[in-house]
């Protein structure tokens, strides 16, 4: 009779034991929905933000790389090579950012329905300054990104240019 009496208060404790776990893990469930919630808010959020500043780094881009071909800074086959880089720079930045793509991969998609092949994009990238090379050989999206920059802050004279160093002539 006492060993009865002992299993099933025994049995009682793992009852309330396991009760009280289930309420803890209720708490700690509706906890981490509320947290995931939130997170997929600002998720999205920052998502929507960073689409509208590509599209407006995008335009910002195309009409430098345009002024620069309309002011005979950049050649035509420059201009035809760059440009269509610059018209596709938010879907080449948010494939890489979305679905985590290279940017060799992004760009081969992107151009799809251009006329400039990403062999075309090389041979005039190998004519760029070693710097520009370097962010274009990252194939990632940052630095696709310093790339951009820096192609239509070079042609459109907006980096430092070096200064010549006087001369014992001069």
Known sequence: MIVAFGVIGLLIL?????????????KE????????????????????????????????????????????????????????????FSTIIMACCEKGMSLEESLNKALLNEDVSLEDIREVVKALPSNVRMAWSKNTADGFIAFCQMVTATVNGTTAKPTKTPTAEG
């Open 14 to 26: 793992f009852l309330i034991y396991f009760v009280l776990r289930a309420q803890n893990l209720q």
């Open 29 to 88: 469930l509706a906890l981490l929905r509320h947290s995931n919630k939130q997170t997929n808010s600002k998720v999205t959020y920052t998502y929507r933000n960073l689409v509208l500043v590509t599209d407006a780094l995008e335009k910002n881009l195309t009409s430098r790389i345009e002024s620069a071909y309309k002011s005979r800074l950049i050649d035509q086959v420059q201009y035809q090579a760059l440009h269509p880089l610059m018209q596709n």
